[in-house]
């Protein structure tokens, strides 16, 4: 429960701040996407995350990218739903290629909510991911390569 009062709080302090960023670099990325690499997690996501213990679930999108200078290492940027409030967060985190695709973990804690967990693999067209954290909320979320064209005006 904590979880989800933390999406919240945080949803309604980055809502106005970022909603408008992740738009515009999930525009671009959508652009940029030209099919998705194994070895290159980068580009546009888009599906669903859930909690298993309490129901709760809504829309998620991300966007991943390298960051210069730190192989291996890539941004995920998220844009979540959660009944009327949305809200974007980001992390940094390192894959690792495994025989099953490219592995990402980490943990973060966050102030007032304690430590959250997750685990996911990506291969070429899905981003599979579970996690959990102290105060015993469990659920994951999966993701597809985006089927929508970007929309017209933007720059190629």
Known sequence: MKAVAFLLILGGALVVSSCGGFAKRWDLALVDYRGGSLSA?????????HTTNNGHSGKLR???????????VYAFHYHATWGISSGTFKLERPVVATAKGLRVEGEKKIPMF????????????????SFSGEDGDVGGFSLRRPLAA???GLPR
């Open 41 to 49: 997690p980068a580009g546009p996501w888009e599906g669903n995350w």
């Open 62 to 72: 991300a966007v991943v990218a390298p960051i210069a200078g730190e192989p291996g």
């Open 114 to 129: 304690g430590t959250f967990r997750h685990t996911g693999v990506i291969t070429r067209s899905s981003f599979e991911a």
């Open 150 to 152: 970007p929309r017209p």
